[in-house]
């Protein structure tokens, strides 16, 4: 492969340059679109932030290589970068806190209920940091942050702010915390976000309205319904909704659909124990879903069952997520493993002793959910999520002849069942170079270690008082 400093040091050079060329060469290609598929030695044009041209051979055309970065990926695969369709990541200085959490009221006490009426803008900041740059270390170049903790506006902006320095591509979601003191701000301080943040529409950055399915956790104020609705219609955003559970949220599916509150641009989280009505509601809507199943499996979200047959029974591909660290894995890897595992497991288990065996998904099923549908889920379908001319370049540069991973022989499935963080050797993130030869890029990491752990340490004291 190419001398990864030399290469390192043209690629900071070039940066600001809005037309600057990057070529990988020799690589295995996984791009995620349907038209292009898997090109076992094939090559990529990077042009600025956009992927230019991804063939067999772009190498020997001089006007492609031409003034261009070249990147011998032999031996590495080119993947779509992942992307977290919903994760708190305010949370992340409190990681593993919790790691034998046994209900959800456990985590909303705790967490939600204790904690983070504590925070303050400076945690929220931290937290969020180190939550995106762990996910630009683990392959995730696109994050929904489901920032519920937005008690003062600083709190908002700090959210923000923590996405913007880390380059990653980032959803700032944005809901007012369950419990504790708060400045009343929320929603209507979504109109000052959008005009400070996100005023452009080619950004790495866009904006949601954060909100709860019913008003069982935190009270009716949460619970999404035509007011929030409107909100989110006026100012032109998409809407993610969490703690999707079961019969109340399935009333609750069914008077939305019935309102007009639900299309596209609507995202369910979780979506356990729903009836078949409401799942019906969800398809003929094209409501998108968020599944995160370690979350559902490990926490025991309502019937513990990530929704994959139900969702895909309706015509809806869900994309993954991450959910709490308090709890959780942080990294997608363990998101496609496990939704593999459980689905099909649940589908032998439910033809065992007959001659029936219910339809499994496969590795691209999972990888799919983990790129180009989660763009989908998130509203960025047209910018990320494959390998197509014209999106955005948010890819993976994976290690396939490391220990774990070699020899290469299924593109995919290296990916889905034996790669994780530390074959990740490059990161770009519209075009700019995040992760390189296995280090994120611009982190003084014993700096943000010691802010991490004097953030957690004021927290858990203040959370005693």
């Excluded at 219609?233 to 659909?257: E, H, M, N, P, Y």
């Excluded at 691209?364 to 999520?385: E, I, K, W, Y």
Aim: include cysteine; proline fraction near 5%.
């Amino acid at each position: 492969m190419t001398d990864s400093h030399a290469t390192l040091a043209d690629l900071r050079r070039q940066a600001a340059d809005p037309q600057r060329r990057i070529l990988f060469t020799n690589a295995t290609i996984i791009s995620m679109d349907p038209q292009i598929g898997i090109l076992h030695r094939g090559d990529l044009l990077v042009q600025g932030s956009r992927i230019a041209a991804v063939a067999p051979d772009l190498h020997s055309q001089g006007a492609a290589a031409d003034g261009a970065v070249v990147i011998d990926a032999t031996g590495a695969i080119l993947s779509p970068g992942f992307v977290d369709t919903h994760r708190h990541s305010w949370q992340a200085a409190l990681r593993r806190i919790m790691p034998d959490v046994n209900d959800l009221g456990e985590y909303v006490m705790s967490t939600l209920a204790r904690y983070a009426p504590v925070y303050q803008p400076q945690d929220v900041y931290l937290g969020t940091r180190l939550a995106a740059l762990s996910a630009i270390d683990s392959g995730i170049t696109c994050l929904l942050d489901f920032s519920h903790n937005a008690r003062t506006a600083a709190h908002s902006d700090s959210a923000v702010q923590a996405l913007l320095d880390t380059g990653i591509r980032g959803v700032h979601a944005s809901m007012r915390p369950h419990f504790g003191d708060w400045d009343g701000q929320w929603p209507a301080d979504l109109t000052r976000l959008q005009q400070q943040y996100f005023s452009s529409v080619d950004q790495l950055l866009t904006l949601r309205l954060a909100t709860l399915a019913t008003d069982e956790i935190a009270g009716p104020d949460l619970a999404y319904g035509p007011r929030l609705a409107q909100v989110a219609r006026d100012l032109g955003i998409g809407v993610s909704i969490d703690a999707v559970f079961g019969t109340t949220s399935s009333t609750a599916i069914l008077g939305w659909a019935r309102e007009g509150l639900l299309n596209p641009d609507v995202t369910l989280i979780h979506s356990t124990g729903l009836t078949g009505e409401a799942w019906k509601a969800i398809g003929d809507t094209g409501t998108t879903v968020a599944l995160a199943p370690v979350s559902e499996a490990q926490i025991g979200l309502e019937t513990a069952v990530p929704a994959v047959d139900e969702a895909l029974a309706v015509g809806i591909r869900p994309g993954l997520s991450i959910d709490v660290e308090v709890a959780l894995p942080g990294d997608m890897f363990i998101q496609m493993r496990t939704l593999l595992s459980i689905q099909r497991m649940r589908a032998v288990n439910a033809g065992y002793g007959t001659d029936r065996i219910p339809p499994r998904i496969t590795t691209h099923d999972v990888l799919d959910f983990a790129t180009l549908q989660g763009a989908r889920t998130n509203g960025l379908a047209s910018v990320t999520g494959s390998l197509t001319p014209g999106k955005q370049a948010d890819l993976l540069m994976i290690r396939a002849d490391d220990l774990n991973n070699m020899p290469l022989n299924d593109p995919i499935g290296t990916v889905v069942l034996g790669s994780d963080a530390r074959n990740i050797d490059a990161v770009l993130i519209a075009g700019q170079v995040r992760k390189w030869a296995g280090t994120v890029l611009d982190v003084d990491l014993p700096q943000l270690r010691d802010a991490v752990e004097q953030s957690r340490d004021r927290l858990l004291a203040a959370a005693k008082q």
